[in-house]
């Protein structure tokens, strides 16, 4: 820690201040000196301090709006063309040219084995969900990989583990792919087969394509309770029914026409065995599901505070609903450290679940135990980082400004403290200082900052490695395409996924 005193906040309402690193403060002398830049002054947060002239910076006027400057074509197909696309890419491609070998007949195995390239599939596209298999990956990354290896290397297992829904949705599309093509050739060969095979195919195959409608992001995106219902429950239908499908499929013995093959020779084929590896990663989640104490702070009817019990790890997020199996939201934690007694989640109030917290508070709400990790969890790759974020974005950004002091935190929003209250505002003055903290209140400034030229100066004062952005879908966009056309490495909240 810096012996130097506290940066006085009357020093920052002249509109420029000389800001250093206490962390920079041992750098070698070959190394980059910190920059001295123009810091929009940053707003009182003392615990439960009136938001008042006197402890608020004066605001400058509104900076004119610049003209709106055209993307290039390149940074919007490398942005579009992301991690996600690729692996989508190879997966559809490969499964793909299996498909046509297939049906050229050149693939015997394909033939012999058809109900083990669709449950395969499916099976890979549950297990790259499947949150426990997530924090494995995680931390296997940030416990072998963190700060020595190269920042391109560190880049690529950010962005890979992001983007794995990218091997999610490639491998859903070729199971019902892959399952389409046997159902064919089971009615062309139907001779061959009972009724309920043929049945049991169709039936399987449609609940698997409503499945994959019901999780596009069109509708995941703008129908989030539609996508809920409708693909978790879809999909428990579909894969009761890839249960039977399997079992009949496989029990029946075509040279006679009879369900000879039952018993051991069905457990011993590769369809069940796939099958089963796909049930238990689709059920050991909602295992961890609790029904637990919460605490609700209403700072404003724009937001909503819930407190639950016991620390959490930097970089998580936590599904809550009202019901232990339906509808079931991700929300940003916010906690000081494992150590501490409370994380909180800040829910902005949009939908009607967020609503009803306001209207009716729960005094308990369904939670899975066992969180799953976002794309800030990987800031323990980096040496220094930035988490720029707009309203409830917060939520996402602040635990890993808290709980690591290399990380600097840049919030935009509207009228901060009154919206977000006390017990928020609280945790920004313990544990961010004004050194690594920027606030631009919207309301008091008069309006948007320039956003990109506060994150090129701060990202070269910070001499950051990386800057993780929490928005909404325009922010986002402009920040990423701002970032991605300024050379700046950078990871964006995922909307195509």
């Given at each position: 820690m810096s012996n130097k005193p506290a940066l006085a906040y009357n020093d920052a309402e002249k509109g420029t201040l000389d800001v250093r690193s206490p962390q920079l403060a041992d750098l070698g002398k070959d190394e980059k000196k910190a920059a001295d830049i123009e810091v929009f002054a940053v707003q009182s947060l003392k615990k439960d301090a009136p938001v008042t002239p006197s402890n608020v910076a004066k605001p400058p006027p509104a900076p004119a709006k610049p003209a709106k400057k055209k993307t290039p074509l390149w940074v919007l197909w490398v942005i579009w063309y992301n991690s996600y696309r690729r692996f989508f890419t190879v997966v559809f491609i490969v499964n793909f040219v299996g498909i046509g070998f297939a049906i050229a007949g050149k693939w015997p195995y394909a033939a012999k084995y058809p109900?083990?390239?669709?449950?395969?599939?499916?099976?890979?596209?549950?297990?790259?969900?499947?949150?426990?298999?997530?924090?494995?990956?995680?931390?296997?990354?940030?416990?072998?990989?963190a700060k020595w290896t190269p920042l391109w290397f560190r880049l690529g297992c950010t962005s890979t583990l992001q983007h794995l829904g990218g091997i999610h949705s490639g491998c859903a599309i070729s199971g019902v792919a892959w399952i389409?093509?046997?159902?064919?050739?089971?009615?062309k060969t139907k001779y061959l087969f009972n009724d309920s095979i043929l049945a049991f195919g169709v039936i399987t195959t449609v609940m698997l394509f409503v499945t994959i409608c019901a999780g596009l992001p069109w509708v995941r995106n703008t129908h989030h309770n539609v996508f809920e219902r409708n693909h978790r429950f879809f999909g428990w239908t579909s894969l009761g029914m890839t249960w039977i499908y399997t079992i009949v499929t496989n029990a029946y013995d075509t040279a006679d026409g009879k369900f000879d093959h039952i018993g051991r020779y069905v457990v011993q084929q590769q369809a069940f065995w796939y099958t089963v590896g796909m049930s238990t990663f689709i059920v050991l989640p909602w295992i961890c599901t609790r029904h637990a104490k919460v605490d609700i702070e209403l700072p404003s009817p724009k937001v909503a505070v819930l407190?639950?019990?016991?620390?959490?790890?930097?970089?998580?997020?936590?599904?809550?609903?009202?019901?232990a199996v339906k509808e079931y939201h991700a929300f940003g934690i916010i906690s000081e450290g494992t150590h501490a007694k409370y994380h909180y989640l800040i829910c902005g109030v949009q939908g009607d679940f967020t609503k009803s917290l306001v209207n009716d508070p729960p005094r308990r709400i369904w939670t899975r135990e066992l969180k799953f990790a976002g794309v800030s969890n990987t800031s323990t790759l980096y040496k220094r980082g930035?988490?720029?974020?707009?309203?409830?974005?917060?939520?996402?950004?602040?635990?890993?400004c808290i709980q690591s002091p290399y990380w600097y935190l840049i919030w935009i929003?509207?009228?901060q403290e009154k919206t977000f209250g006390p017990t928020i505002s609280g945790l920004i003055h313990r544990h961010v200082g004004p050194e690594r903290l920027l606030l631009w209140d919207s309301k008091v400034r008069?309006?948007?900052?320039?956003?990109?030229?506060?994150?090129?100066?701060?990202?070269?004062?910070?001499?950051?490695?990386?800057?993780?952005i929490t928005s909404n879908y325009v922010g986002n966009f402009e920040?990423?395409?701002?970032?991605?056309?300024?050379?700046?490495?950078?990871?964006?909240?995922?909307w195509d996924f």
């Amino acid at each position: 820690m810096s012996n130097k005193p506290a940066l006085a906040y009357n020093d920052a309402e002249k509109g420029t201040l000389d800001v250093r690193s206490p962390q920079l403060a041992d750098l070698g002398k070959d190394e980059k000196k910190a920059a001295d830049i123009e810091v929009f002054a940053v707003q009182s947060l003392k615990k439960d301090a009136p938001v008042t002239p006197s402890n608020v910076a004066k605001p400058p006027p509104a900076p004119a709006k610049p003209a709106k400057k055209k993307t290039p074509l390149w940074v919007l197909w490398v942005i579009w063309y992301n991690s996600y696309r690729r692996f989508f890419t190879v997966v559809f491609i490969v499964n793909f040219v299996g498909i046509g070998f297939a049906i050229a007949g050149k693939w015997p195995y394909a033939a012999k084995y058809p109900g083990a390239l669709v449950v395969g599939n499916l099976n890979v596209a549950v297990l790259v969900r499947n949150e426990i298999f997530g924090r494995c990956l995680y931390l296997f990354v940030n416990t072998c990989f963190a700060k020595w290896t190269p920042l391109w290397f560190r880049l690529g297992c950010t962005s890979t583990l992001q983007h794995l829904g990218g091997i999610h949705s490639g491998c859903a599309i070729s199971g019902v792919a892959w399952i389409v093509l046997m159902v064919v050739h089971q009615f062309k060969t139907k001779y061959l087969f009972n009724d309920s095979i043929l049945a049991f195919g169709v039936i399987t195959t449609v609940m698997l394509f409503v499945t994959i409608c019901a999780g596009l992001p069109w509708v995941r995106n703008t129908h989030h309770n539609v996508f809920e219902r409708n693909h978790r429950f879809f999909g428990w239908t579909s894969l009761g029914m890839t249960w039977i499908y399997t079992i009949v499929t496989n029990a029946y013995d075509t040279a006679d026409g009879k369900f000879d093959h039952i018993g051991r020779y069905v457990v011993q084929q590769q369809a069940f065995w796939y099958t089963v590896g796909m049930s238990t990663f689709i059920v050991l989640p909602w295992i961890c599901t609790r029904h637990a104490k919460v605490d609700i702070e209403l700072p404003s009817p724009k937001v909503a505070v819930l407190r639950f019990e016991r620390g959490m790890q930097q970089g998580l997020l936590a599904r809550i609903s009202r019901s232990a199996v339906k509808e079931y939201h991700a929300f940003g934690i916010i906690s000081e450290g494992t150590h501490a007694k409370y994380h909180y989640l800040i829910c902005g109030v949009q939908g009607d679940f967020t609503k009803s917290l306001v209207n009716d508070p729960p005094r308990r709400i369904w939670t899975r135990e066992l969180k799953f990790a976002g794309v800030s969890n990987t800031s323990t790759l980096y040496k220094r980082g930035i988490r720029i974020c707009t309203g409830t974005g917060l939520g996402a950004a602040l635990s890993t400004c808290i709980q690591s002091p290399y990380w600097y935190l840049i919030w935009i929003g509207s009228d901060q403290e009154k919206t977000f209250g006390p017990t928020i505002s609280g945790l920004i003055h313990r544990h961010v200082g004004p050194e690594r903290l920027l606030l631009w209140d919207s309301k008091v400034r008069g309006g948007r900052p320039p956003t990109m030229k506060i994150l090129k100066e701060v990202y070269d004062y910070w001499q950051a490695e990386v800057v993780f952005i929490t928005s909404n879908y325009v922010g986002n966009f402009e920040i990423q395409h701002g970032c991605k056309e300024a050379g700046i490495p950078a990871f964006g909240t995922l909307w195509d996924f």
